[in-house]
């Protein structure tokens, strides 16, 4: 990651070519190097996680912050080496909890991973057998309301995540 004015940037790149692309536009949605988003917060963080087992995968969790109060945490994760993203689902026994896109912390319900020691990498494992099968503690937010961090099974390669029973 590289930091550029206040904000880190993400890069993903390949040994092959040392082309690297940067893939922070994706994740949030704007140009982080855009003057408008220095007024608006202080820091922007993020937390990578490769899978190594299954080619590809790329999951982020990221902070925004507004001096010391956070107004959003999420994780998002991409199937094509970080071209596009998608957000996490959180998976009830009804279905999926929605995400309503107001602004930019207001919505339905969001999934946040939270990195352990600062890596992502450690929060998230996959089952030996079967990769496609991980597990991660999580924490739901539901209409801005935060829960304690609890463990969530994803069997669809980390696209939507389901209470342990």
Known sequence: MGKYNKFASVWFGELNDLVFSKISTHIVGVALDDHVLWDL?????FYVALIDRLTGIIFVSYTIANGHEELKKHTVISYNYGNTFLPVKYKTENGMCEIVKYCLNQHECELFIPPNKNRLATSIKTAKNNPLVMVAKCI??????????RSMISTDGGYSWGQVH
């Open 41 to 45: 917060f202080d820091q922007i963080q």
């Open 140 to 149: 739901l937010i539901k209409h801005g309301n935060e829960s304690l961090p």
